[in-house]
């Protein structure tokens, strides 16, 4: 991203994914349709990739968030896990990282019981062992992602 107005534009949809393009306008300094043509363009290159809500999970039933790490039981077995469990809803990203762990989950459900239903369904559906680390207190998440303020070289 090396241009400036595109990288304002993008710093405050960001904040407000719902500023108006009034808003946008009068904060680039350029015309709406100006603006409208360039969010378009951010949109169709997909660096806008999409809009969307964030709800409260406590609001919406499922207050216990946990990370899994899991591992599989046989390091020769076809590396799949991600598409194997795409179907248990509970699960809001997969991670490949480095370390011991394959990947790393992290997953909203309404209780303990919940949660532990969840890992057996894991365990069982990608053949996997996994390790749990429960979330006692989130300070914050869903941080924007903001372009960086200078073009990379």
Same mark, same amino acid.
Not at 20 to 35: E, M, N, P, Q, Y
Not at 115 to 141: G, H, K, M, P
């Given at each position: 991203?090396d241009?400036a107005v595109?990288? @304002?534009?993008?710093?405050?949809i960001?904040?407000?994914? $719902? =500023?108006t393009l009034?808003?946008?306008s009068d904060a680039?300094?350029l +015309?709406?349709?100006a603006?409208?043509s $360039?969010?378009?363009?951010?949109e169709? #290159?997909?660096? /806008?990739t999409?809009? #969307?809500?964030?709800l409260d999970p406590?609001?919406?039933?499922?207050p216990? +968030?946990?990370f899994?790490e899991?591992?599989?039981l046989d390091p020769?077995? !076809?590396?799949?896990? !991600?598409?194997?469990l795409?179907h248990?809803s509970a699960?809001?990203?997969?991670h490949?990282?480095?370390?011991?762990?394959s990947y790393?989950?992290f997953v $909203?459900?309404? +209780? !303990? #019981? =919940?949660?532990?239903?969840l890992?057996?369904d894991?365990r069982t559906? =990608?053949? /996997? *062992?996994t #390790?749990?680390t429960?979330?006692l @207190?989130?300070?914050?998440? *869903? $941080?924007?992602v903001?372009?960086d303020a200078?073009?990379?070289h």
């Amino acid at each position: 991203m090396d241009d400036a107005v595109d990288r @304002q534009i993008l710093a405050e949809i960001t904040r407000d994914g $719902r =500023a108006t393009l009034a808003h946008l306008s009068d904060a680039v300094g350029l +015309s709406v349709s100006a603006v409208q043509s $360039r969010l378009r363009k951010l949109e169709t #290159r997909g660096v /806008v990739t999409g809009y #969307r809500a964030l709800l409260d999970p406590e609001q919406v039933g499922t207050p216990l +968030s946990a990370f899994i790490e899991i591992t599989p039981l046989d390091p020769a077995q !076809p590396d799949i896990a !991600p598409e194997q469990l795409q179907h248990l809803s509970a699960i809001e990203a997969c991670h490949s990282i480095a370390g011991d762990a394959s990947y790393m989950l992290f997953v $909203r459900v309404a +209780s !303990p #019981r =919940a949660l532990e239903d969840l890992v057996r369904d894991i365990r069982t559906a =990608a053949s /996997v *062992n996994t #390790r749990t680390t429960v979330v006692l @207190q989130t300070y914050y998440e *869903n $941080r924007p992602v903001l372009p960086d303020a200078a073009p990379a070289h």
